[in-house]
């Protein structure tokens, strides 16, 4: 993938597709949404940002028949190598409630905690949506970038560090939403490179702000997490 880069940064373009997709939310129940059947949820937020942040999707969620769950582990600052070991410990308890295996959905950085938990508990993972995450180069193809430079951390170093797990066939099915119009992580980078892996690429027109908030991304969604446990019809 020598033809990637991050991504040209926009406030206005991110602003307003957020705005467009909380206003695109009243029509969202009209699109036929399949219904959920009962599985637990795990929904990991975003660099920077908080379980507040996914607040749109857990109800989304849980209106379609789904349980989900939050992180609770205050704000994602980043630090993927110290948060991740929590992360398991919060998908044990999880699974450990619901007595099966559950779904992960991660936004931004959070779905690339989503999918090395994952790898540490495959069997209690029946799929892993991530929505505008990274996935290929960590955070040097991100917005992000700077800030972990300015923090004295080798992105390039991490960059070798993902393309060697993601060298490893991952055991979970993945479906990875992404859009065109991110202007926060460079959509190539938003596509996994391992042949060997499971996982669907799904477009969505939203920015990145406005993915947890989107009607159509959260229709994917919800079309991404039916595809294992049978859904009840649609809403």
């Known amino acids: 993938m020598n033809d990637l880069a991050p991504p040209e940064p926009s406030t206005r373009a991110e602003v307003l597709g957020l705005v467009r997709a909380v206003a695109s939310l009243p029509g969202l129940f009209a699109r036929g949404t399949p219904w959920g059947d009962g599985t637990h949820v795990l929904v990991v937020p975003g660099f920077m940002t908080s379980d507040r942040s996914t607040l749109a999707i857990r109800a989304f969620l849980r209106r379609q028949g789904y349980r989900p769950h939050t992180w609770d582990l205050g704000r994602n600052h980043g ?19 619901a007595g099966a295996p559950v779904a992960l959905v991660g936004w931004s950085l959070g779905g690339v905690l989503a999918r090395e938990a994952a790898r540490h508990r495959p069997r209690d993972v029946r799929r892993i949506v991530t929505m505008g995450t990274p996935v290929v180069g960590g955070p040097k193809y991100t917005l992000a970038a700077e800030y972990y430079r300015k923090k004295g951390i080798d992105v390039d170093a991490i960059e070798r560090d993902v ?8 055991p979970v099915p993945i479906s990875a939403i992404y859009s065109k119009n991110d202007h ?17 690429h799904v477009e969505v027109s939203a920015t990145h702000a406005g993915l947890g908030f989107s ?9 991404e997490l039916a595809l294992d446990g049978g859904s009840r019809g649609a809403a």
Do not use: F, K, M, S
Request: aromatic share 4%.
């Open 79 to 97: 630090g993927v190598y110290e948060l991740l070991p929590r992360v398991v410990e919060r998908l044990d308890a999880i699974v450990a409630r």
């Open 163 to 170: 393309a060697e797990r993601n060298a490893v066939p991952h």
């Open 184 to 200: 926060v992580v460079a959509w190539r980078a938003q596509l996994d490179d391992n042949p060997a892996n499971d996982v669907r």
């Open 215 to 223: 009607a159509e991304a959260l229709t994917r969604l919800a079309e």
